[in-house]
């Protein structure tokens, strides 16, 4: 019999659709506790003394959402995919597991995380030894609290795509960068220069610590909301933004300003259904587009100017 973890999303109830959207990226099957419209059913005939006391008393402002992980996935991967989104999206929720402690979900990657070949590149979680064959990029990974290992689809596009489409010496940037992934594949890759940013200091934290476990110099990283904060000390060949479709719709008009000429976007953490509308946008503002990838329902795009 399999076992199972419940992962909710909990937030105020006009975020409930969101939180749906959101945690249907992990499962279609989902459950919703929302007793906002309690008092009125009450109102409206149901008989208030034949419902369950706990149920009376339920907090009428807030909703939760749930999703069930069943043992054979890893339910960290779930909980840092899901933060990652609604941290992305500006949303006050929060992501806690049911019957698993913070240790024991954060543990669950060591049964699941090893080795993962993409291309060149090969992520190797840093409590696993890994004898690179020739031609190999090893890139040391410890996600810790934050979403990045190179399991994820979205990713794994990403990390191709960069290592397609990048240029030895160039300057890369990668918005919303999570563990610092993307940019520690770019300098292995041969990248000049690197700069990583992402809303959350634990996620920056992270970043500072695998740029340290990996040995490249070349990477700077830092807290910043999208563009706000990111350095401005000239133009970048390359930017990755493996974020969602609604802040990369949030800064299409001005990401454009830091691209270099005939340097390349890569956008990612786009659900196929929601493609056309971002590659969409960007060709209205005068953007080419070079090529496409997706990978279960994952897309990402590569455009220019």
């Known amino acids: 019999m399999n076992e199972w973890t419940e992962v909710k999303a909990y937030g105020e109830r006009g975020l409930l659709d969101l939180m749906c959207a959101v945690m249907s990226m992990i499962d279609d099957r989902i459950r919703i506790e929302d007793y906002g419209d309690l008092d009125e059913l009450i109102l409206d005939g149901v008989y208030g003394d034949l419902i369950d006391e706990t149920v009376l008393n339920a907090d009428r402002e807030h909703a939760s959402v749930s999703v069930y992980i069943p043992s054979e996935r890893s339910v960290g991967e779930a909980v840092s995919f899901l933060r990652d989104r609604f941290r992305a999206l500006g949303a006050d929720v929060t992501v806690s597991t049911v019957g698993l402690s913070e240790e024991d979900w954060a543990e669950t990657w060591k049964r699941y995380y090893h080795p993962i070949k993409l291309g060149r590149v090969v992520i190797v979680p840093a409590w696993e030894k890994y004898d690179a064959a020739p031609g190999e990029v090893t890139v040391t990974m410890d996600p810790g609290m934050a979403f ?21 010496g160039c300057r890369m940037l990668d918005l919303g960068c999570g563990s610092g992934i993307l940019s520690i594949c770019a300098s292995k890759l041969g990248a000049g220069e690197c700069f990583a940013y992402d809303i959350d200091p634990v996620a920056v934290r992270i970043t500072a610590e695998n740029i340290r476990d990996n040995g490249v110099t070349n990477v700077t990283c830092g807290v910043s909301d999208l563009l706000a904060d990111v350095d401005k000390g000239g133009k970048y060949d ?7 479709a609604d802040i990369i719709l949030r800064m299409a008009g001005d990401v454009g300003g830091y691209l270099a000429p005939g340097g390349y976007l890569i956008v990612s953490g786009i659900i196929e259904e929601r493609a056309a509308e971002v590659t969409d946008a960007f060709l209205s503002l005068g953007y080419r587009l070079v090529e496409k990838a997706s990978e279960n329902g994952w897309c990402a795009a590569v455009l220019t100017v």
């Open 148 to 168: 990045g290992t190179g399991t994820h689809e979205t990713t794994r596009l990403v990390v191709g795509l960069i290592e397609k489409y990048m240029k030895p």
């Open 238 to 244: 390359l930017i990755a933004a493996n974020i969602v």
